[in-house]
């Protein structure tokens, strides 16, 4: 079936970096856009944009533009979210979703990686 | 970009009546060209992630209860909880995919009352 496992919780101190990864399993890795979406604690769901899975090119919503770079390994159908300069409001859960291909709503969404940043 | 508002912030029904809840986007998400509308209804459990539960905001993802419905046009919009259940207490985000950037409600928060 259709799955999206994401890489484990991560405790960091500010100014360092994170990579986050979601393996997709079950489906053509290719075919389907991977969105990124952060929920800090407490909070609701915020895009932070999409890579096509098929040509490599990334969409950055405002405000993820710099220290946000979506990556892919299509090898092993694995796409990274990596956050440098790590600040203490960076800390949320980053989910993984792919797009359902007859629209571009998330029909399969990662289990969340929790990323804390404190020093 | 976009603006998704829900109402209410939270609700409490009892088991077996019906919960309704609402959204609202800052322009229409209705496409012309297929008279479609790109909205659609998630539903997240406590540490759980979201879960798709309602897209072109009438039509239910396999698997999810007869339930729930959707319905609305342009830009209101209304997710139909029939018959509450234990199992339906989650926030209720509503969703535009119509244009980037793709943006959330905050979001409807459902307990039993």
């Known amino acids: 079936q259709v799955q999206l496992v994401q890489s484990g919780s991560e405790l960091k101190v500010p100014g360092a970096s994170v990579k986050v990864s979601c393996k997709a399993t079950?489906?053509?890795?290719?075919?389907?856009?991977i969105n990124w979406v952060r929920q800090a604690p407490g909070q609701g769901l915020e895009w932070m944009g999409w890579?096509?899975?098929?040509?490599?090119?990334?969409m950055y919503a405002q405000g993820f533009r710099g220290r946000f770079v979506f990556s892919l390994d299509t090898s092993v159908s694995t796409a990274y979210l990596q956050i440098s300069s790590l600040k203490a409001e960076d800390t949320a859960v980053y989910y993984c979703?792919?797009?359902?291909?007859?629209?571009?709503?998330?029909?399969?969404w990662g289990q969340g990686t929790l990323v804390t940043v404190s020093s | 970009d976009i603006v998704m508002t829900q109402s209410p912030d939270s609700l409490a029904v009892s088991l077996g009546e019906r919960a309704t809840f609402n959204c609202k986007s800052s322009?229409?998400?209705?496409?012309?060209?297929?008279?479609?509308?790109?909205l659609a209804w998630y539903q997240q459990k406590p540490g759980q992630p979201p879960k798709l539960l309602i897209y072109?905001?009438?039509t239910r993802e396999s698997g999810v209860p007869d339930r729930f419905s959707g319905s609305g046009s342009g830009t209101d919009f209304t997710l139909a909880i029939s018959s509450l259940q234990a199992e339906d207490v989650a926030v209720y985000y509503c969703q535009q995919y119509y244009d980037t950037p793709f943006t959330f409600g905050p979001g409807t928060k459902v307990d039993i009352k």
């Open positions: 890579i096509d899975t098929d040509t490599g090119n990334p």
């Open positions: 979703a792919k797009i359902q291909g007859g629209g571009n709503m998330f029909d399969q």
């Open positions: 322009q229409s998400v209705l496409y012309s060209s297929n008279n479609m509308n790109y």
């Open positions: 079950g489906y053509t890795f290719t075919k389907y856009a």
């Open positions: 072109w905001a009438s």
